[in-house]
């Protein structure tokens, strides 16, 4: 199982710095201790798994579909609905990206389903009340569950490549989890691992699925994406910038704020978000116009929200696929509901140095393409100081 050196090394330097952070002793013992000795059970599971299950040797990954795009665009959304289609697709649950190997997964599954037929459900119920607790107060931002299809990038974190480090220290400067089109010695081993994952978790849920995965992070590793799948297929969610980048710089924002860190410890970090936040609309363009022959296609976030039912099947043709009956009954059902769905985690980009005018400069294109013109207030348009 690979495992990024480089990059834990650079957090554990990073980390022995901050002389003064109170939770210092604390992560360096994690760096040092709990992330070695978990890395290595994940290595020996994973090892493992090609012992154990032989037909990993011979499990393909065909015609994968990727949602990428600006976070707060309307992925989640997205994936959501598309992991609808139960019976064509194969996705990550949030449980099982903490277990990377097959092994692990199939025990864990095998352990429900004894807690199913000799204690009635006790220990999934103990879960449940703890998954309530844990992400329940946050769902008005992000909907999270254990049980929930999640990003992608988050089953990478038993190799340390995770953007959840950044999110524990603002540290977009040491560690870069995003521009791994522009990062040739890592591309190829991070992809390596990325599609020993995607082989288990497919055969996990039968062998013979499509992979789905959506991840925003992801819209820095298009190129890589069809590199590693030839075959793959493209979403890209698209939504008024002004709208998605506040919320996105905001919910992370949080994040650090809720680690004890101030806005001098994550100036820098978020400034480097804010030229990523530009760079998740340009790289995914610009990487799939020089890729016509990959099967692509753009969704505006208020189609999808606006007619879901109908920009699903738009979705579903121009991947080269069909919405079986039994699907199309199930989003003719959910239509209504999706179209009142609503972020309540959306802020103004008052709060931040960045201005409308700035945005719109910036990606003139994307607003004479989708005709963006959301309605604001001076007070809106007024950075920080």
């Avoid at 011979?58 to 139960?86: C, K, N, W, Y």
């Avoid at 363009?285 to 890729?291: D, E, M, W």
Wanted: aromatic fraction near 14%; glycine fraction near 6%.
């Amino acid at each position: 199982m690979y495992f990024d050196f480089d990059y834990w090394w650079r957090v554990v330097r990073h980390t022995w710095g901050l002389r003064q952070w109170h939770g210092r002793t604390r992560m360096l013992l994690r760096l040092l201790l709990v992330v070695p000795l978990l890395s290595l059970f994940h290595a020996i599971c994973f090892l493992l798994d090609y012992v154990l299950f032989w037909r990993l040797w011979t499990q393909r990954v065909e015609r994968p579909v990727f949602i990428v795009g600006h976070g707060r665009s309307g992925t989640t959304l997205m994936h959501r609905l598309m992991s609808a289609d139960g019976e064509r697709f194969s996705y990550f649950l949030y449980w099982e990206m903490f277990f990377p190997s097959l092994l692990q997964k199939k025990a864990i599954r095998g352990m429900g389903w004894l807690d199913e037929r000799l204690f009635g459900s006790f220990l999934h119920g103990k879960l449940k009340a703890w998954d309530d607790k844990t992400f329940g107060p946050y769902r008005h931002m992000h909907y999270m569950s254990l049980w929930s299809a999640e990003e992608d990038c988050f089953a990478m974190a038993a190799s340390f490549v995770s953007q959840q480090w950044s999110l524990e220290i603002p540290m977009m400067d040491v560690v870069d989890f995003f521009h791994l089109d522009q990062m040739p010695g890592k591309r190829r081993r991070w992809m390596h691992h990325y599609r020993e994952l995607v082989k288990r978790q497919l055969l996990l849920n039968g062998g013979n699925k499509v992979h789905l995965s959506k991840n925003p992070v992801m819209s820095g590793w298009v190129d890589a994406l069809i590199e590693t799948f030839p075959d793959a297929r493209i979403v890209v969610m698209m939504r008024d910038p002004t709208e998605c980048i506040p919320s996105c710089l905001k919910l992370v924002e949080s994040a650090w704020q809720g680690k004890g860190w101030g806005p001098a410890d994550y100036e820098r970090s978020l400034d480097m978000l804010t030229e990523t936040s530009f760079e998740s609309f340009d790289n995914p363009r610009r990487v799939l116009a020089s890729h016509p022959e990959t099967p692509q296609c753009v969704v505006d976030y208020r189609d999808l929200t606006g007619a879901p039912r109908e920009t699903l099947h738009a979705v579903y043709q121009a991947l080269g696929m069909s919405v079986t009956g039994e699907f199309d009954q199930w989003l003719l059902a959910q239509a209504e509901r999706e179209k009142k769905h609503n972020s309540k985690f959306e802020y103004s980009l008052g709060e931040f140095r960045l201005t409308r005018a700035e945005i719109r400069q910036r990606l003139a294109d994307f607003y004479d393409i989708y005709q963006w013109d959301s309605a604001t207030t001076d007070d809106e348009d007024k950075p920080n100081a």
